[in-house]
């Protein structure tokens, strides 16, 4: 991010994780580099990755999930939990079967 | 306002800028603790609808989409345990993911139950797809759980007067109270001095009770829609040239069309469903689709409206007339409309190019009146003629509430018809549309047309003696509210309402209303798809439908006809005052019918059993006789002679730019807040209704082009007044590129009293739009 913010890992407290699923439809969302926001390109929902994945704007009912990171002494980072529920799961475990 | 309340609210920005930057995790979804992301405790439904669950149909109330849903309601506990990790695939983009924040826990029957609404994935109106109001459905169901605890649930009367405290009563005392009252007035005063001020998308049921107690019960011809000041018509510019004001399009033409011309309306933000169809099915983000927007604002649409391939025409506001009829000036003078339409349907085209012709509506000369480059305006018009046929010619409340609204509403619609765009494939000339449809039968006025007066101007003359506020909170939603708030605390002021609110608080008579998903109410979306909004929960405490506080009154004070025994019983005799009805015949349409239709409801006009999907069609003329509404079944281009003189900044009503108001305040609806916020944020008591929401939007905002901002010394987060010659409203500057100079942009009928745009609004009407201009002559200072 650049800059420190709640819930960052490293140095500066700048590295931060989220879902890339809209928790809107699930479509994936990318980073807008002009903005800085995190941004949905099927129907323009904007989460801001400085606030925790706060939507700023658009249909998404939900902030985008936010996964929690570690760091460990060799600077490997780990995925270490998440919170909010990922769009499309029933639960945040990856096993499982499609739903028809 | 009290300083305390003052400080209150400023502290309470700071608060949540800080909470923003800090906090870890909003919308009280879980957080978890870290540890091994696979041993990680999983974030989880609590239960899921088993296959025992009730299940009902029912339709968005919000916005004139009306997205189709499913209810599943089951005793807690009873429900699936989720399965292992079963996901909905994301490729399918499925909205039946039964997001946690669809589900509540409330009381039916006395127990614990889990009420969950999704969108449903069949319903066609919607493409299966929602917005973000339609996503807090159920947190907007009454739960003693849940911030909706505050519903009203006991009718209240002041029994003293107004100086004597509002207390709970029975039913009996509530209805006795107010017949008796009103019974005085109309021996003292006249019928006339009863006024009701309605919401007209209030559910079928509900709105045709009033107006037949109101027009043929007590025979008062004191009426107000919520969108007017009187029983007008909003769209009698357009109905002067199609014949009718309704919508005329069907869903699936905003995926179908080729561009679509977007005028004074944010389809994004207040018809979401229909605008995603059109961006992503339709592939407007691909360019298969190009739009023309006209906005004085340069919004998310503008953005789109350009990467399309489109234009995004940056409107000076009020203008609108001006620059569609240099669009037809363009169209015309090239010969690019399409001659074959215009000979076979409409009548008037030389008036129209007489009209046109002139050169005040030369390119060059509209550009310095409505501020759009001339070559872009000949570049609209090119790509308006390159796709006749295949457009959607679309415009709505942003060039309709202005007392120039009929000639902004003419200009756009002959413009429509001369390219050939009405009742095909993609094709229209229409209004975009608002809320959903709530009013069926039109009963006449008592005393003609000529005793239908602004409700204000009657007011004014102290001719009114009593309003009574149903399903619409008059103190956000009338104008001039600085001036006529005062008046009306006077009266005696009757209120049906599902919240204490402002106007709760200065009520004598408080009538609790039972609501959506509590009895089955009935709206049509905009492209006439009729629904019954089932209902599948208890109303809270002793609440009741608004057609039933009707009946019980209209009985109370010796009137018949009131005998309704269930809501279907008055859409019975709706139904039948439609017959023959061009636009709008449901009376074939039965209630069995209704209920069996899934969540898609049943098209009207409805004849034979046909649904018509589009008005103005070849498949109109072959059902209904005839084209067009008009009874040559033309369309009318003569109305367009209504431009020859026209000047927007000189209309006797429109209020004037001065150096003491040097800006235009204009406003939006915020995709966050529907019709009056009534669950977005109360105000009788000052809370957030669905918090989610609120935080996104916590205060009113005002944004200021950068150059103003500089003369005015102000910058982003500063609070401002605005003031008018009307009035004073609060708001927080946001400074950006939104608006050009000259311009300032605030969401209209945002709920919190001290600022809504209507404190500063003017109540001077269009005599036969009904409609006041929501454009303000204002300055600002910082506060
Ligand atoms: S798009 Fe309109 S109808 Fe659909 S969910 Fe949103 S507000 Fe409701």
Sequence with gaps: MGCSV????????????????????????????????????????????????????????????MISLEIDKNGDIYAAGVAGLIYGLRNNLLDGEEVR | MSNEKEFSRRDL???????????????????FAAGKFL????????????????????????CHVMCGYKVYIWPKGTGLKPDKAKFYPVEKMRGDWPNPIFTIEAKKNGKDVLIMIVPDNKDVASGSNYSVRGAFNAQSLYSEKLPTRIRLKKPMIRRGGKTSPLVEVSWDEAIGFCADNFQKIINQYGPDAIGAVYGDWGYLQNTHALLKWLFTGIKSSTLAGN?????????????DVVGAGTRSFTAEDFTKTKLIFCAGKNLKDTGSSWYYQALSTGGMNKGDIKMILVDPRRIQ????????????????????AILGASLMHVLVMHDLYDKDFVQRHTTGFDTLKQTVLNSRFAPDNAEKITGIPAAKIIAAAEMLAKHKGQTMVLFEKGIMHQVVGYENEVAYSAMGIILGNAGKPGACTSRAGGHPRGTWADPPAPNGASSMRSICEKIDKGEIKSLWAYISNIYIQLPNLSKYKPQIDKMFLVVNEIYPTDTTAAADVVFPAATWGEWNTIQASEDRRLHIQQGFMEAPGDAKPDWWIVAQLAKRMGLSGYDWKNEQEIYDEVRAQTKGSFTSDISEIEWKDLMKSGT?????????????????????????????????????????????????FNHPLRDKITNEYPLWMIMHRANEIWNTGYNFYNNGLNVPLTPNLYERLPEQTVSINPKDARTIGVKSGDWVALNSRNGSMKAVAKVNGLTAPGVVDVMSLYPKTESTPNMVTSEKADPKLAEWDRMVPVNIVKV
């Design chain 2, 600 to 648: 898609n409801g049943i098209q009207f006009p409805y004849k034979n059993r046909r649904s018509i999907s589009r008005l103005y069609s070849p498949e109109t003329e072959e059902v209904m006789g005839r084209r067009f509404k008009h009874d040559d079944g033309k369309a009318h281009l003569e109305p367009v002679k209504a431009l020859a003189d026209f000047d927007p």
């Design chain 1, 6 to 65: 709640e819930g960052g890992i490293g140095a500066d407290k700048g590295i931060v994780a989220y879902s890339m699923f809209c928790t809107h439809l699930g479509c994936a969302v990318e980073l807008d580099q002009a903005s800085g926001m995190l941004v949905c390109e099927c129907h323009q929902s904007i989460y801001d990755p400085k606030q925790s994945g706060k939507v700023v704007e658009g249909p998404a009912p939900n902030n985008l999930p």
């Design chain 2, 13 to 31: 920005l700071k608060v949540s800028a800080a909470a923003a930057a800090g906090a870890c995790v909003m919308n009280g979804m879980p957080v």
């Design chain 2, 301 to 320: 649409m503008a953005e789109d409206a350009e990467k399309s391939g489109g234009l995004f025409l940056q409107i000076k506001p009020g203008t609108d």
């Design chain 2, 39 to 62: 041993e990680a405790k999983a974030v989880e439904f609590a239960e899921l609808p088993p296959a025992h669950a009730e299940t009902y149909d029912t339709a968005c109330r919000y």
């Design chain 2, 227 to 239: 969108g007017y000041l009187f029983w007008g018509d909003e769209s009698w510019g357009l109905a």
